[in-house]
Nanobody, 127 residues
Framework: QVQLVESGGGLVQAGGSLRLSCAAS??????????MGWFRQAPGKEREFVAA????????YYAESVKGRFTISRDNAQNTLYLQMNNLKREDTAVYYC??????????????????WGQGTQVTVSS
């Protein structure tokens, strides 16, 4: 069982930056056993994959729309997941969710592969 809490969202101008955090809690070294992902959902749209990172940080994956602008990372000692977002665009406006799961290459971008979800944090990019 993993509990996830996102933070760091807010209002930012286009071209600006934000860093999202996702604090995980659970028994033992639970966080370090899970692959982690960031997803987002804009009003009227389906939840979409943003980025993911393997349990040991060995591999990362990105949606094409954020590649080169966003960086996912994790600190297993601190039970925390991060998403550094640079050069933000209006179309990045959404509620951002972190998620934990055990994935394989073909499922890492699918929200169905993740078992635990945070409550989300709002990111709003203004022009």
């Amino acid at each position: 069982q993993v509990q996830l809490v996102e933070s760091g969202g807010g209002l930012v101008q286009a071209g600006g930056s934000l860093r999202l955090s996702c604090a995980a809690s659970g028994p033992g070294r639970t966080f370090s056993r899970y692959d982690m992902g960031w997803f987002r959902q804009a009003p009227g749209k389906e939840r979409e994959f943003v980025a993911a990172i393997r349990w040991n940080g060995g591999s990362t994956y990105y949606a094409e729309s954020v590649k080169g602008r966003f960086t996912i990372s994790r600190d297993n000692a601190q039970n925390t997941l991060y998403l550094q977002m640079n050069n933000l665009k209006r179309e990045d406006t959404a509620v951002y969710y972190c998620a934990a799961g055990k994935t394989i290459l073909t499922t890492v971008r699918s929200n169905k592969a993740y078992d635990y979800w945070g409550q989300g944090t709002q990111v709003t990019v203004s022009s």
